[in-house]
């Protein structure tokens, strides 16, 4: 699963460009997270399918005006900070952090979308956004 | 049947007391009940590892020539207090870094110090016919101070309630990060492995008990402020020696908007003197109710939303209102079964003995809310 940052401009934002690209292409485009408004915003999606449908959704999601950029942010404990309280979990959107019974944590690298609210979130500093 | 705190103690002498963590001891009551319970456990071994605000360390830093009289003092450009004579200093780990704010703290800078780093003293003096001196600035360790005790006016809470938020807006508070409409509870202590919860009657636990703190041995010297036995939360007041205390057990921490704070571990050993006590120890996470509290509203008394108990809190969701909310732990058990596990292999390898209080802590305490007077009364 690849994931994806579309920038929307004022104007594409009040069209159904998901859908329609979806339909088209059959990849499946889950939205992760994001804002829109009438003015424009922006969406993190992943997109499923084979290589070639993945190519396809995207060159059409362009073809709409609709700006993409991959996402090559990863998200990364430092063990050596971390005390294990598992607090980090509860403020993760996309539940990309499995929190284990001990409060010891596990980061599902396809879930995480990179908001960054986590490493704001831990009080030891422990959690860290690379970009690849 | 009962044991004496002699008794206890002669056989961690002679290496066969019996030593088990609270955790285990819920299984062995639950199982074959307090009785038998009492009869077969010597010493159970307790443990927390949390956020403790109302913690710090006073130093003596020994005097230069010619000598000062400090009025203020950085370390680390964290302000410390000066609560006395001329070179006594307290690090409060809620202070901030005049240049970094709460990102470096009170708590980041006695973990730096009980990690042996070097840290940066800047002074001001009061420049007397005693102490003529009127500044200062060097490098000193832990190694180079006279004295490094930690005194903690209050630690170990016996419980603490959870936190979720009602509101729309996202709130930072000492409970972390609450996101809007009940996006999470964030709760914290150890449960059934928390000190004061399995000696709630304070039947062992006193002035003079002797712990861990912080990686190394310490005592109670007393109730803890805000101490509130009525309502299940008792308070300890600690000292030890930060000289042999470990950085592994003593974590600064920023809270995002809200402040610095630290990290400690806490463990208390309970000597099972008879059934009660065996009873006590036997405590569950089910069997300590915690309230969810709405942060969302901006006063002292904030409403109750849910009761619930650590273990389903532990659960990893809890229902509030129809919603299936993330729950999270500020503390960590992990750290904390460590502790309980270390306090015992002291008691076993190292002849750790127990001490009896010189006076228990008190059975009632005093919380009331701070008096006010004439126009400012209202908020």
């Not at chain 1, 934002?13 to 915003?41: D, H, Q």
């Not at chain 2, 019996?18 to 010493?43: C, H, N, R, Y």
Request: hydrophobic letters at 35%.
């Amino acid at each position: 699963m690849k994931k994806y940052k579309l920038a929307y401009s004022k104007g594409i934002a009040t069209e159904p460009v998901i859908s329609k690209v979806s339909i088209e292409t059959k990849a499946l485009i889950n939205i992760l997270s994001g804002s829109i408004t009438e003015r424009g915003g922006e969406l993190i999606v992943s997109i499923e399918g084979d290589d070639q449908q993945i190519r396809s959704a995207i060159s059409s999601i362009r073809g709409e005006r609709v700006e993409v950029q991959p996402i090559k942010k990863t998200l990364e404990l430092d063990q050596n900070r971390c005390v294990d309280c598992g607090y980090c979990g509860t403020v993760c959107p996309t539940s990309a952090i499995i929190v284990h019974a001990d409060g010891s944590i596990e980061i599902l690298d396809e879930g995480c979308v990179g908001c960054g609210l986590c490493v704001t979130a831990c009080p030891r500093r422990a959690l860290s956004i690379k970009e690849a | 049947m009962t044991k004496t705190y002699s008794e206890i103690n002669e056989k961690i002498k002679r290496g066969k007391a019996a030593v088990i963590t609270a955790d285990e001891m819920t299984s062995i009551v639950k199982e074959k009940g307090a009785t038998v319970a009492a009869e077969e456990v010597d010493v159970v071994t307790t443990g927390t590892f949390g956020c403790m605000c109302s913690s710090g360390v006073f130093i003596n830093l020994g005097h230069t020539d010619p000598p000062i009289k400090i009025r203020r003092a950085w370390l680390n450009d964290v302000e410390v207090s000066n609560p006395g004579a001329a070179v006594d200093l307290y690090i409060g780990a809620p202070q901030v870094s005049a240049s970094k704010g709460i990102e470096y703290g009170g708590g980041h800078l006695i973990e730096d110090l009980v990690s042996n780093k070097p840290i940066k003293l800047r002074a001001e003096g009061s420049g007397t016919d005693c102490y003529p001196r009127e500044s200062i600035e060097t490098t000193l360790t832990l190694k180079d101070l006279n004295q490094a005790i930690m005194v903690n006016p209050r630690n170990g809470y016996q419980r603490y309630h959870a936190a979720t938020n009602s509101s729309d807006l996202l709130l930072y508070t000492y409970m972390g990060m609450l996101l809007p409409q009940f996006g999470n509870v964030t709760y914290a202590g150890a449960g059934g492995l928390n000190p004061l919860s399995n000696d709630p009657f304070y039947q062992t636990i006193g002035i003079g008990t002797r712990i861990f703190l912080g990686g190394g041995p310490g005592y109670i010297i007393g109730e803890g402020t805000q101490h509130d036995p009525a309502n299940g939360m008792g308070t300890l007041m600690v000292r030890g020696d930060l000289k042999k205390m470990s950085p592994k057990y003593l974590r600064g921490a920023t809270f995002p908007r809200y402040g610095s704070t630290l990290y400690i571990g806490v463990g208390i050993p309970i000597p099972i003197l008879n059934a009660g006590i065996a009873r006590s120890t036997g405590v569950s996470d089910a069997e300590i109710p915690i309230d969810v509290l709405d942060y969302g509203v901006k006063r002292r008394d904030r409403p109750i939303v849910k009761s619930t108990n650590y273990e389903e809190l532990r659960e990893g969701t809890i229902g509030i209102q129809g919603k299936e909310v993330k729950t999270g732990c500020l503390s960590s058990l992990k750290i904390a079964r460590e502790i309980a596990q270390e306090l015992k292999r002291w008691i076993e390898e190292e002849g750790l003995l127990l001490t009896e209080p010189v006076e228990p802590l008190p059975k009632k305490g005093n919380f009331e809310p701070m008096r006010m007077g004439g126009t400012d009364e209202k908020i």
